[in-house]
């Protein structure tokens, strides 16, 4: 949570994109939530729940949504940092996926390069 320009900004963690690597690869212990996943479907989670989410308030109250999918990498789970300055709202953002991820391919998962591993710093308008 950070303050700038007289708006309170709050960012969130999801960690859907987690829980989607769990339910594929430990399908053991994952028995209940691998089929609530598999009967919604992986692509409508991700397109609607995945990647953290920002909001902003003048008053603590009421709150509007700056962005609510990771700035648009759903790898994005959380915001770690926030960082008022004179150039602006840095946003550093949490993405726990490496070079590799798993991806369905042809019905099947295997795990492919990641241009969207690592973390994202971002930069709002003054």
Same mark, same amino acid.
């Given at each position: 949570m950070k303050t700038h320009q007289d708006w309170l900004y709050l960012g969130t963690c999801n960690i859907i994109s987690l829980m989607l690597s769990w339910c594929k690869f430990d399908q !053991? #212990?994952? $028995? #209940? &939530?691998?089929? &609530?996943?598999?009967e919604v479907g992986i692509d409508n989670i991700v397109k609607h729940q995945s990647g953290f989410e920002l909001w902003r308030s003048r008053d603590g109250e009421n709150w509007l949504p700056v =962005?609510?999918?990771g700035f648009g990498n759903?790898?994005?789970? $959380? *915001?770690r940092n926030l960082v008022s300055t004179d150039y602006g709202l840095f946003i550093g953002t949490t993405n726990p996926f $490496? &070079?590799? *991820?798993? *991806?369905? !391919? =042809?019905?099947?998962w295997v795990y492919t390069d990641n241009p969207k591993g690592g973390l994202e710093v971002w930069l709002g308008l003054k």
């Open positions: !053991q #212990k994952t $028995g #209940k &939530l691998r089929r &609530l996943v598999e =962005n609510r999918h759903f790898y994005n789970i $959380g *915001v $490496g &070079l590799r *991820v798993a *991806v369905k !391919q =042809n019905e099947e």
